[in-house]
């Protein structure tokens, strides 16, 4: 049994051409998500590129991380800094979402340093990486292996978070659209 594809094609763009506006704006949203997502993902993943230790020194401070909200427009984005003993800020590429313990620490003990170790992504150009942290004490509240492996995930553009996306809103626009076109196929009046 050979398949039409030539029935197919001409189903497909009788549906993305026409008359009918729903069938046709969920198979251009399809079309657009199934392009945009990977562009999206590529685009946030750039943030976190870079060389990273052992192949470039890691950086340890003492101090305190602020954390606030930013406003961009109408949006409030949540950031943070690390302010070192001597009053220096550097903007973290974290927030208090992505490190909720040092957070929950620094509630605890407001008056006690943390120690950090990390270092600035894109090669020095970006944002500063906590890879651990710590008490004076030598407690641990980031662990190193953990951090690295989240920022190796981040790093991925083609990741976790574009297969979620996928699996989750493009693979079903795609059956529900194959559905529509296999209508228009079979019965050609319904385009």
Known sequence: MSINWSAWRKAFWAVFWGQQKGPRKLLVITLVLTIWFPCMTYLQARRFQGVMPPNVPSVHLRGHVIF?????????????????????????????????????????????????????????????????????????????????????????????????????VVVPLWLISFFIVRKVRISPKAA
């Open 68 to 168: 606030g909200n930013e406003q961009s427009g109408r949006n409030r984005y949540p950031i943070a800094d690390f302010v070192t003993e001597g009053g220096r800020s550097i903007r973290l590429q974290d927030d208090r979402n992505t490190i909720p313990e040092v957070q929950a620490w620094q509630q605890q003990r407001p008056l006690e340093l943390l120690s950090v170790e990390g270092f600035w992504l894109q090669d020095g150009e970006g944002l500063f990486w906590i890879t651990s942290a710590g008490t004076a004490d030598g407690d641990v509240i980031l662990n190193q292996e953990r951090r690295m492996k989240i920022l190796k995930k981040k790093q991925n553009p083609f990741g976790e978070l574009l297969m979620w996306l996928y699996l989750v």
